[in-house]
T-cell receptor, first 113, second 114 residues
Framework: DTEVTQTPKHLVMGMTNKKSLKCEQH?????MYWYKQKAKKPPELMFV???????INESVPSRFSPECPNSSLLNLHLHALQPEDSALYLC????????????FGSGTRLTVV | AQTVTQSQPEMSVQEAETVTLSCTYD???????LFWYKQPPSRQMILVIR??????QNATENRFSVNFQKAAKSFSLKISDSQLGDTAMYFC???????????FGTGTLLAVQP
């Protein structure tokens, strides 16, 4: 299995909702990442998990809450989002660190209404 | 800190021709890696090619090759025999070493014309 699987592919949520994005990989990778991407812009790093521990938080607002229950699974919990949070959320994984690049999932298209 | 700059927002090439996408970077790392990613309309980021900064030899992957000029901090991507399926946004990225981050440039939208 050489894929990173993200669910759901599309999500529409209201500003008072609570939802979660899920990311799964079975490549034995020990680092996992969340990126946010606006249309026609590069991905922006949000969080890095290394060996199931949060190692980087790029000053992301607390309405985004990451969780890494085990080495194969990464969640992003969403609460009280704003319309400007609408974006493509990409999950990625790597063996350990960025030396070999990342394997990306196909993303969750999030719309906040 | 690392920065990556792509100065060509959009480019166009005829099918079967060759095109070169430009990228410059800056990093304080001694041991770093450079990447080109492709993002087609299907939106998944796909790794095209990887270059180890400590290697002078330019990386190649089939029709894709790079021109890595370490002193100039330049890392361009050459696509030979362009195909319609090469139409995508291309991102240059820098990362690795002590920092577990991949930093992306602003991207170049490449259109391959039939």
């Amino acid at each position: 299995d050489t894929e990173v699987t993200q669910t759901p592919k599309h999500l529409v949520m209201g500003m008072t909702n609570k939802k979660s994005l899920k990311c799964e990989q079975h490549m034995g990778h020990r680092a996992m990442y969340w990126y946010k991407q606006k249309a026609k812009k590069p991905p922006e790093l949000m969080f890095v998990y290394s060996y199931e521990k949060l190692s980087i938080n790029e000053s992301v607002p607390s309405r985004f809450s990451p969780e890494c229950p085990n080495s194969s699974l990464l969640n992003l919990h969403l609460h009280a989002l704003q319309p400007e949070d609408s974006a493509l959320y990409l999950c990625a994984s790597s063996p350990a660190g960025a030396n070999y690049g990342y394997t990306f999932g196909s993303g969750t298209r999030l719309t906040v209404v | 800190a690392q920065t990556v700059t792509q100065s060509q927002p959009e480019m166009s090439v005829q099918e079967a021709e060759t095109v070169t996408l430009s990228c410059t970077y800056d990093t304080s790392e001694n041991n770093y890696y450079l990447f080109w990613y492709k993002q087609p309309p299907s939106r998944q980021m796909i790794l095209v090619i990887r270059q180890e900064a400590y290697k002078q030899q330019n990386a190649t992957e089939n029709r894709f090759s790079v021109n890595f000029q370490k002193a100039a901090k330049s890392f361009s991507l050459k696509i030979s025999d362009s195909q319609l399926g090469d139409t995508a946004m291309y991102f240059c990225a820098c990362g690795g070493g002590a920092t577990n981050k991949l930093i992306f440039g602003t991207g170049t939208l490449l259109a391959v014309q039939p």
